[in-house]
């Protein structure tokens, strides 16, 4: 089945080949598979093809999200290793299947052992546990977050197939994404490179760049579900429209707004990182992150009141969807990210004097 993704030179007429000859791929074979035919390296964000970048994503994300969850994490490393310079990077590590580990709780914070002063490209120990690490059981490096012996924040990369490398089998217990395998991931003295300088991972542009192409993830997921949502409509009303649920157009209705306004926002944030890739363009990466996280979890409420519980109960891609989407969703921060989107325009003086801000 046709997963209706762009059409055109860019990456995801291909990967849409690709997934669709390729079925029944778990997400690690999927990667595999990506990287295999040469369409794991994406344009980088800010490089005049954003755009391009998340429609690759959005398709991805529209044939499973957890395949879009470790491609995703993959284009990002390479895209943060290239924004970083990194140094002391070797073929086979650029040629490798990446993941970027980079959560902190509070209650696990890994360490890494450094003789001063801790210098980009430096070797390093890592030491300690790490958190909802996607796809360690199959990927051969990772970017991962730690903190030095003088208490800044570093980014290492680490080779996962060596002695002092522990993945664990705990740490997820969840239906939905678990095809991600998200596990612990415990680490003794195991041989890394700092990559960048202390706090750069955060404040580099390409971080809030990245975390809106993780919503052209989301997209391509709700998109796909408001599909099948027209099909069940075209196959109620089979030619006829006054046999139509109105109940079902209404969510079809509302759920098609919803996708324009959030592809609205995409794209938008897209043109203005291309202008200014140096900026990290807070306002419009979060614009068009909340609003697809709105769409989604929109989506999600409506296609399921629409469909009724046998696409739930008997069609597995739809039902993988619904458990996987609200899940995915949760890497954003909810009201916190409204609340600090909101302090972030007040602060602003087109927010504080309406110069424009919301004008037609």
Same mark, same amino acid.
């Given at each position: ?13 291909? +990967?849409?080949? &690709? ?5 029944? %791929? ?7 598979? $990506? ?44 895209? +943060? ?28 914070? &890994? ?42 924040? /570093?980014?290492?990369?680490? /080779? ?30 195991? @041989?890394?490179? %700092? ?7 955060? @404040? ?38 006054? /046999? ?28 203005? +990182? ?7 363009? @807070? ?28 696409? $739930? ?11 996987? &989407?609200?899940?995915? +969703? ?8 409204? @609340?600090?989107?909101?302090? /972030? ?16």
């Amino acid at each position: 089945m046709s997963r209706n993704c762009a059409t055109g030179p860019d990456p995801a007429s291909a +990967i849409a080949r &690709l997934l669709d000859r390729q079925t029944n %791929l778990s997400p690690l074979q999927g990667l595999q598979a $990506l990287v295999r035919e040469r369409l794991g390296v994406l344009p980088l964000p800010g490089g005049g093809q954003t755009l391009v970048r998340w429609r690759a994503l959005a398709c991805v994300g529209a044939h499973d999200l957890a395949l879009a969850k470790l491609y995703e994490a993959h284009t990002d490393a390479l895209a +943060i290793l290239h924004e970083l310079a990194a140094a002391g990077m070797s073929d086979d590590e650029e040629a490798a299947l990446w993941g970027v580990w980079c959560a902190e709780p509070p209650h696990a914070r &890994l360490q890494c052992l450094a003789e001063p002063p801790a210098a980009p490209g430096q070797p390093v120990r890592l030491r300690g546990r790490k958190p909802w690490c996607s796809g360690a059981q199959g990927l051969s490096h990772a970017l991962v977050s730690c903190w030095d012996p003088q208490g800044h924040a /570093r980014l290492a990369a680490v /080779r996962l197939r060596q002695p002092g490398v522990h993945i664990t089998d705990q740490g997820w217990s969840a239906v939905g994404m678990a095809g991600a395998a998200s596990v612990d991931v415990v680490f003794d003295d195991a @041989a890394a490179h %700092l990559v960048g300088e202390p706090g750069g991972y955060l @404040a580099r542009p390409g971080f809030l760049h990245g975390g809106a192409g993780v919503a052209a993830c989301w997209y391509g997921a709700a998109a796909q579900l408001a599909r099948r949502l027209l099909q069940h409509v075209g196959r109620r009303g089979q030619g006829e429209p006054a /046999r139509m649920d109105p109940h079902a157009l209404a969510h079809l209705g509302a759920v098609d707004v919803g996708l324009h306004a959030a592809a609205s926002a995409l794209r938008d944030a897209a043109d203005v +990182i291309d202008a200014r890739s140096h900026d990290s363009c @807070a306002l419009e990466t979060a614009r068009a992150r909340l609003a697809v996280e709105a769409v989604a979890t929109d989506v999600v409420e409506r296609a399921g009141r629409a469909l009724g519980a046998g696409p $739930l109960c008997r069609e597995a891609d739809v039902a993988r969807r619904m458990a996987d &989407l609200p899940v995915f +969703i949760r890497q954003s921060h909810a009201e916190r990210d409204q @609340a600090a989107h909101g302090e /972030r325009l007040a602060s602003t003086a087109s927010g504080m004097n309406g110069d424009g801000t919301w004008t037609l």
